[in-house]
């Protein structure tokens, strides 16, 4: 059943991939447009396919493990990208725009990629965790995220087709630092990938924050060491510096590496292209109605804020007076759930009232889903808290 | 009042933007798209703004300032989350020292700006409640004169009021009374509700979603109430108390009404051969063992009976059996009780043989509670012991004598005399796990290790809350208003004819995708023209 399970994911990655493929055509159909445009027929069919694959993934996960798959960040993270694409799926369905799927597909395929580097294994549940509101709050919770991260694939759209990429401003270099970081998660994925088929591992002894020597294993080469580490493999790279016992020097050397290999990505391509990324994915975007994806990205907003409020608000507290005593206690995950919600109560607030539409709507789109990767990514592995993905 | 009277003879509130009733621009240089938000009614903070009340007032309804408080909340909650809370730090140091010593002098900063009680500051407190108080004034000063206006709404319409609203269209019609039962059928199987006067037609839907914002600005409003009555005494109780395995204990918070007897702390681990076999290879990463499984006090609730008689032992009458686990909490009458931690195989018993040194021949053995140790020991033949000191937890204070740090029995020490026959005045032996002192020169007995006993030791949680239902019922509302507001729109269609042409306008709150995909089909098959958004022509 697992395997079965592992092979399920599998195949739901693959047909996402092809599906973006065949959106992108879509866009030079446009063109020719004549009846019902077969390239878009065919990615959504895929697209929904792969969903199903990735849903059986998440049924037979489920009775192999006997609790839902959402208890490690791994599991947590393919869940997200499996509710993007869900609520692509629906939003398809309402507004028919192909260019959507160009964007919002590759998202989630390097969320999953993003998910499937830490650890796979179906891991038996804590105490803590042993509870119905597991699925019921974080399955909630992510849907939530998903329906917003949709808003951030159409407001990308509008920023790509309206910023002037004639010459250089703010607006330009802000809309490059947006695709780099998703190049770098590319990057993130690529690194870490080769060097686990090299099957690099190098053991440090070093001194903790507590003044305990004790010992941690790289997986790629160390360019920032432990604090007071010794190198205890042979034949591995020596650190170039050492780092303060309140850091984690291997999760450090891990974002470094991905920066790294995300600016050499985002080097060649701009090599290829000549231009920046955004100059040369305009043309893609040229003929959307931009009035439309502004609605898509609100409407995404709209949808989306309720059940976010519910699932990481709501359930969260709810299930934090029962297995924590307390509906609220400032934990660092706590804190950056309400955090996302403020953001996108003023979103709407200056929306309704204020008459942000278009571009600067679309800024806050991007803005929003930083806050949520925030939350997904550096709260689970840099600030530790209660929440159990931290440090896995 | 002052008021405002509209040539269509309705008597409007002063500062109206709109008229209430057929929707005519009062301003001399109204848009060309009308601003149709809160239909365009006298809102106070937009009329009034001479007194200190005004101004206030004024403040508070802007939403500009309502976004400014959501922000600058949002940025301290983000500083709050840059190093742990305090309560999250170890108990046993001082926040003063350990903030500087973990964080160096971004840390010893942190402390002393008081980020490290962020969120029970003043001024973070202050924040909230400056929002609880702009989101009251907001409210009021949009709803009720949004309310007014749309109850008093008209059918029949002002040509500018159509002529400017977003959507629009104007088509030439043989035979307008003939057209009109179709319309309205249409409109009909759209499920808008429709007025009609003088075959002027207002089609309209979804108008309480207009209250949604509204619904759950309430709601927000009575949790942060709920949240403000957890100041006040005896809404909520929340204690933490230790109980060793056999212990009966008075649960703090009760007032000695409730007791709980601990029968048994259960600590179980991952292993390996006992779980499924999908477990295995996570099991195995983490180590077999490592892995906590459960948490479990098995516990026996009791009352008291009678009155509360102080020095006596109490009356109990068992209420309950119940096993205490983690996410499954205790819950009688408004308590729960919660495993929260525990310590396993604290000392509880020690045995020593009372011996004679040379010969190693024994002359009985003693057991010693840790917990309430005996002051003599008496083993026949005219052989005792006494326990001169008693010392639970044992170091060497900073004079080099012996004291205790807590009167947990972490590391016993004592202090014994060993009365003998042979020496009536007794030798005294310092004797501490693994070490003995002779004080007062050499013995010829000794007090030997013999054995000791241990128990686990469980903490429990002890919670009563009597502002969650207001919490509840106040996340209930917010939810509603919420749902109410973002997944219904409030759609109006109207309908005119005015010198032989006829007008087509509508308006939705949001959602203008929707309005014009229904728009189209209503008009399908109609000689109406599909209004054109008038907000495109900008472009």
């Known amino acids: 059943m697992a395997q079965l399970s592992s092979t399920l994911l599998y195949i739901a990655f693959v047909l996402y991939l092809v599906a973006t493929f065949f959106f992108g055509g879509a866009i030079r159909d446009k063109k020719a447009k004549s009846g019902p445009d077969r390239w878009a027929m065919i990615g959504i069919a895929v697209t929904i396919a792969g969903f199903v694959a990735q849903l059986g993934y998440f049924v037979t996960r489920w009775i192999a493990a006997g609790h839902a798959p959402v208890s490690n ?61 597991l699925h019921i709050h974080v399955t909630t919770a992510a849907a939530g995220e998903a329906i917003l991260a949709v808003s951030f694939a159409a407001g990308l759209i509008y920023l790509i087709c309206v910023v002037d990429q004639s010459k250089a401003s703010k607006r330009t270099f802000w809309l490059e630092v947006i695709l780099f970081c998703l190049i770098s998660t590319l990057g993130f994925v690529a690194a870490t990938t080769a060097f686990r088929l090299a099957d690099y591992e190098a053991k440090f002894e070093w ?21 007071e580490g010794k190198l205890k493999t042979e034949g591995r790279m020596e650190p170039l510096v050492d780092m303060p016992a309140i850091i984690n ?54 949808i989306g804020f309720p059940v976010f409020t519910l699932g990481a608000l709501v359930f969260a507290m709810i299930w934090a007076q029962i297995a924590w005593t307390r509906f609220w206690g400032w934990d660092p995950k706590e804190v950056w759930a309400l955090i996302t919600w403020l953001f996108y109560a003023a979103f709407l607030h200056l929306r309704l009232s204020k008459g942000w539409h278009g571009e600067r709507s679309a800024w806050l789109a991007v803005i929003g889903f930083a806050i949520i990767m925030f939350n997904l990514v550096a709260v689970n592995l840099v600030i530790a808290g209660l929440h159990s993905y931290a440090g896995s | 009042m002052e008021h405002v009277k509209c040539e269509c003879g309705h008597v409007n509130p002063i500062g109206t933007v709109l008229c209430e009733s057929c929707g005519k621009p009062f301003e001399e240089n109204a848009p060309a798209l009308l601003d149709m938000r809160y239909e365009g009614s006298a809102r106070r903070s937009q009329t009034y703004n001479k007194t200190i009340i005004d101004k206030v007032w004024n403040f508070f309804s802007s939403v500009k300032v309502g976004v400014w408080l959501i922000v600058i909340t949002l940025i301290a909650s983000a500083i709050g989350t840059i190093y742990p809370q305090e309560m999250y730090i170890p108990p046993t140091v001082t926040p003063a020292e350990y903030y500087e010593e973990q964080y160096g002098w971004l840390g010893k900063w942190y402390y002393q700006l008081g980020f490290h009680d962020l969120y029970g500051s003043w001024w973070y407190m202050l924040l909230i409640a400056l929002i609880g108080v702009s989101l009251v004034i907001c409210s009021l000063d949009r709803v009720v004169p949004l309310y007014r206006a749309l109850k008093k709404q008209g059918v029949t319409r002002n040509e500018q009021f159509l002529r400017r609203q977003r959507l629009f269209s104007s088509s030439h019609v043989d035979n307008y009374e003939a057209l009109l039962p179709q319309i309205k059928e249409k409109l009909a199987k759209h499920r808008y509700h429709i007025r009609e006067e003088n075959g002027n037609i207002l089609a309209e839907k979804g108008r309480f979603s207009r209250w949604g914002p509204y619904v759950n600005h309430i709601g927000l409003i009575i949790f942060l109430i709920g949240a403000m009555l957890r100041f006040v005494p005896g809404m909520y ?24 007897k601990n029968e048994k702390f259960i600590f179980q681990v991952y292993e390996k051969e006992k779980e499924k076999k999908v477990f295995q290879e996570a099991i195995d990463r983490v180590g077999s063992g490592m ?23 109490p009356k109990l009458k068992k209420v309950k059996s119940f096993s205490i686990r983690v996410n499954e909490p205790l819950k009688h009458d408004h308590y729960a009780l919660y495993q929260v931690d525990f310590k396993l195989n604290e000392l509880s018993k020690m045995s020593f043989h009372l011996i004679d040194k040379q010969t190693n021949k024994q002359f009985g ?19 005792r012991v006494q326990l001169l000191s008693y010392f639970p937890d044992f170091y060497f204070d900073e004079e080099g004598n012996p004291a205790t740090k807590s009167k947990v029995p972490n590391n016993p020490a004592f202090v014994f005399k060993m009365i003998t026959p042979d020496r009536p005045d007794g030798e005294v032996s310092f004797t501490a796990i693994r070490q003995t002192i002779e004080p007062l020169g050499d013995n010829k007995y000794k007090m030997a290790f013999a054995g000791m006993e241990t128990r686990n030791v469980s903490a429990l949680t002890v919670r009563r809350d009597f502002t969650l239902w207001i ?69």
Not at chain 2, 365 to 383: A, F, R, S
């Open chain 1, 73 to 133: 960040l791994f599991e947590f993270t393919t869940f997200f990208g499996m509710m993007l694409v869900g609520a692509f799926i629906v939003i398809y369905f309402i507004y028919k725009t192909s260019l959507l799927g160009l964007f919002t597909l590759p998202i989630a395929i390097l969320v999953i990629a993003y998910a499937s580097m830490f650890p796979r294994e179906i891991s038996p549940l804590i105490p803590a965790l042993q509870s119905d509101w």
């Open chain 1, 207 to 227: 001194i903790d924050k507590n003044n305990q020597q004790t010992e941690m294993v790289y997986h790629m080469p160390a360019l920032v060491g432990p604090h």
């Open chain 1, 249 to 302: 020097a291997r999760k450090l050397n891990t974002v470094i590496w991905s920066l790294f290999a995300g600016a050499i990505l985002y080097g060649l391509l701009r090599l290829v292209l000549r231009k920046r990324i955004a100059a040369a994915l305009q043309p893609l975007v040229k003929n959307i109605n931009l009035d439309l994806v502004d609605e898509i990205s609100y409407r995404s907003v709209a």
């Open chain 2, 237 to 260: 109780v929340d204690e933490v108390f230790w109980i060793r395995e056999g212990e009966t204990k008075e649960i703090p918070g009760t007032n000695g009404k409730y007791f709980l």
């Open chain 2, 291 to 313: 892995m906590a499984k459960n948490y479990q006090t098995n516990a026996v609730l009791y009352e008291r009976v009678g009155p509360i008689i102080p020095g006596e032992k």
């Open chain 2, 365 to 383: 053995t003693i057991t010693v509670d840790l917990l309430q140790p005996k002051d003599e020991y008496d083993l026949g033949n005219g052989y």
């Open chain 2, 471 to 539: 919490l509840g019922l106040g996340g209930a509302i917010f939810m509603i208003g919420l749902i109410q507001g973002m997944y219904w729109n409030h759609r109006r269609i109207w309908i005119q004819r005015i010198n032989g042409e006829v007008l087509v306008a509508a308006h939705t709150n949001k959602n203008w995708f929707g309005l014009k995909k229904e728009l189209a089909k209503i008009c399908e098959g109609t000689p109406l023209v599909m209004p054109v958004d008038q907000a495109d022509k900008g472009r």
